[in-house]
């Protein structure tokens, strides 16, 4: 029977590089591996998706192609999980548009975009059919609980119009994918900066897990957001879910600001040289 863990506890890799032995204890909130470039930040977690992918989401503890993962609670089988790479790099295939309806797609955020409207719509519909549940409710308190679901949407959506207003643009709160507007022309995703769309992928995934225990993986998050972007992004990501495990490399201080300093580990404090 499969057992979701709540968190991460702990990766090794036995031989990164062929050369360095990593052994990394985590916390449950928030992670950050720094260092200087070349010193294997992005590879641990690469290597460490690398073992949830081989697994489609679902990974047993213990070993596999070198790489150890344990969860908080030894009896669980699994825990869901979201990546966030942080380059806008144009998609591969060509004329990629066909093949996505009418959407338009010519970079990966711009699919990665896509994609998140989709989940963000059933997250829409999972959080109404829970409020007309809990409002037929005979107890008072939930439905009293019905009232507050749609809270984090708001939350949602108030952090991005304070977000992007230096702008002037405001999110359409009346419909149910993502569209803004500008000086009262209606714009959708794909008109944003590369900085405008990197920020809402990272507020809309972690919208769309719905205040579940998941883990984020962010691989310099920094990239094309605004300093003032970086030192927020860590508490706004816990305030729209307070169950998400991030764990992010980065070599920016801003994103450590803000009271993150104690949840930085240092790749070296973590590497072990192989002895030949």
Not at 116 to 132: E, F, G, H, K, S
Not at 216 to 229: G, V, Y
């Amino acid at each position: 029977m499969e057992k979701q863990a709540h968190y991460i506890k702990h990766i090794e890799i036995d031989a990164l590089w062929g050369r360095l032995r990593i052994d990394w204890e985590l916390r449950p909130d928030v992670n950050i591996l720094s260092g200087i470039n070349g010193m294997g930040k992005s590879t641990i977690l690469r290597h460490s998706v690398d073992q949830l992918d081989r697994l489609s989401g679902k990974i047993r503890n213990g070993n596999t192609f070198g790489v150890h993962i344990t969860f908080d609670d030894p009896e669980a089988t699994y825990i869901p999980y979201d990546v966030i790479r942080s380059y806008d790099r144009p998609l591969p295939v060509g004329d990629f548009t066909t093949r996505v309806e009418d959407a338009i797609i010519r970079s990966e955020l711009d699919w990665l975009l896509y994609q998140l409207q989709r989940r963000y719509l059933d997250y829409q519909v999972n959080v109404a059919n829970r409020m007309i549940e809990l409002l037929h409710s005979p107890d008072e308190e939930e439905r009293i609980q019905a009232t507050q679901l749609s809270r984090q949407k708001q939350r949602f959506q108030d952090l991005v119009d304070e977000l992007f207003g230096y702008t002037g643009k405001t999110i359409d709160r009346k419909r149910n994918d993502i569209a803004f507007y500008q000086n009262g022309e209606l714009l959708c995703p794909d008109k944003l900066s590369s900085g405008e769309k990197q920020m809402l992928v990272i507020l809309l995934t972690v919208l769309v897990q719905d205040g579940k225990h998941t883990v984020l993986f962010m691989d310099e998050p920094e990239a094309s957001l605004h300093i003032e972007w970086q030192q927020r992004l860590i508490s706004m990501l816990r305030e729209l879910n307070p169950n998400v495990q991030l764990i992010v490399s980065t070599h920016s201080p801003a994103v450590i600001m803000e009271g993150w300093l104690d949840a930085v580990t240092e790749v070296s404090d973590i590497s072990t040289p192989i002895e030949a």
